[in-house]
């Protein structure tokens, strides 16, 4: 093993934390840059499901804390315009194996690597220039600094891929479908069980899982709307135009928008890179393969840090041999996951009263068909069990 390499992540959410993790157990030296000026709560939540999730979770020594955060949802009602439940999406469907809040992954993954990871909020990559040897940083706020390794695991509006990969839009493959998500006081009443309703093109959940606080979550169908991933007052003004008129309680839920805090807005988005490294640099989680929903994306990144992490230490930190394994791994895994995904508007958003009324009824059937359930999570799990873990040689758990 090459001890001490000094590595760059971009990225402070799901995929980076993840990443540093790993680093820091085969001795490496990290720094995490996120331009968040602190760890970002809310999103709604996220699911592990199969072996390979779990599998990972436990190498990873998080399982317990994220058992005690796990939400433990029950089924979703979908509910009618007068709040009446036409059916129900099942929990063991959508739950998958284990559920946290997006928030509460960040935040368990952060407190696990904190003490030996260096995080630097509020800053951000400007420039990456590299050569045989290393990768000169300049950053927004701190000095520049040489790094023997760049990841970018920021999102899919990700600075690393830009600067180094170009903004060629054939990397971003839209699937047309935009939501917006936040926290509000619970006014309704929900313990570990949501709501869900539709109209054309438009969806509206509401859960809490633990009681009290209820997240929202706003979608609509809309080919190539162009927005401001930087503007957060533009995306709000973009949910509350196109969610006016909207039935059912959505009016107190658009009220309640205003004042969130954590108000989070992205468009469903997958990207498609020929290549996720170049040089020195590499790309994790959402940054080199976002799925959109239904597509494994929390898996996939976390997935993605352990090989990513094993195939550096194996390959004694060769990093163009890893890079390659890394990517020759995980492309199959990546392509099955956002092979899924691509369904998954007509599934969240259907276009039409008469495709709402089917995709319920398929619900209502569902629910009390054992098979048909069976069925359905078989399908549910499959994508993200596509994968054969490599068994890397573990670094200690140390101190946790
Ligand atoms: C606030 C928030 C809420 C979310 N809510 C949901 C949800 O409800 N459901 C869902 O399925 N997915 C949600 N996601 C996305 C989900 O976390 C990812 O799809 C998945 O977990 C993969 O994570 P990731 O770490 O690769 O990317 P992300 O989770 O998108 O994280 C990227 C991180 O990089 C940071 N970043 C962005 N640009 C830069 C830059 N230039 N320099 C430094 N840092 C940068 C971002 O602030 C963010 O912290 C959310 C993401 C965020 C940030």
């Not at 020594?61 to 009602?77: K, P, Q, V, Y």
């Not at 040897?133 to 999102?155: C, K, N």
């Not at 196109?242 to 954590?262: H, I, N, Q, Y």
């Not at 170049?278 to 790309?283: C, E, Q």
């Amino acid at each position: 093993m090459v001890l001490g390499m000094d590595i760059l992540i971009s990225g402070a959410s799901v995929a980076g934390p993840s990443l540093a993790l790993w680093l820091q157990r085969y001795g490496h030296h990290v720094t995490v840059v996120e331009k968040a000026p602190a760890l970002r709560g809310g999103g709604y939540a996220v699911d592990f499901r199969g072996r390979v999730h779990m599998e990972t979770l436990g190498r990873m020594g998080l399982r317990d804390s994220l058992e005690a955060r796990a939400t433990h949802m029950g089924d979703i009602a979908i509910v009618d315009a007068a709040g009446t439940q036409v059916a129900a999406l099942p929990s063991a469907i959508f739950s998958g194996d284990l559920e946290v809040l997006r928030g509460d992954l960040a935040d368990v993954l952060y407190a696990a690597t904190r003490e030996h990871v260096r995080y630097r909020f509020g800053d951000q990559i400007t420039a990456i220039a590299q050569d045989e040897r290393g990768v000169d940083v300049t950053f927004a706020e701190a000095p520049p600094q040489r790094f023997d390794l760049v990841v970018g695991a920021d999102g899919v509006h990700s600075g690393v891929r830009r600067l180094v990969f170009g903004d060629d839009p054939a990397h971003t493959k839209p699937l047309g479908v935009y939501g917006g998500i936040f926290t509000m006081p619970g006014t309704m009443g929900l313990v570990r069980s949501g709501f869900m309703y539709n109209e054309p093109n438009r969806a509206v959940s509401v859960m809490s899982p633990h009681g009290g606080d209820q997240i929202v979550s706003m979608s609509f169908a809309e080919p190539g709307l162009r927005f401001d991933y930087r503007d957060v007052d533009q995306q709000r003004r973009i949910i509350a135009e196109r969610f006016a008129g909207v039935g059912w309680r959505t009016p107190e839920l658009l009220e309640a928008m205003e004042r969130a805090e954590d108000f989070w807005f992205d468009s469903t988005t997958q990207i498609r890179l020929d290549r996720w490294s170049h040089g020195r640099v590499v790309l994790l989680g959402d940054a080199g393969f976002a799925g959109g929903p239904g597509g494994n994306g929390t898996g996939l990144a976390v997935v993605g840090a352990h090989v990513l992490a094993g195939e550096l230490d194996a390959a004694r930190g060769d990093h163009r041999a890893a890079f390659e394994r890394y990517e020759r791994l995980m492309r199959p895994y990546v392509a099955t996951c956002q092979k899924q995904a691509d369904g998954s508007p007509d599934f969240l958003v259907p276009s039409t009263e008469k495709k709402i009324a089917q995709r319920n009824r398929f619900f209502k059937t569902v629910r009390y068909l054992p098979p048909a359930r069976r069925m359905f999570k078989y399908l549910a799990t499959r994508t993200a069990t596509a994968f054969d873990l490599p068994s890397y040689e573990l670094p200690e758990l140390v101190g946790r």
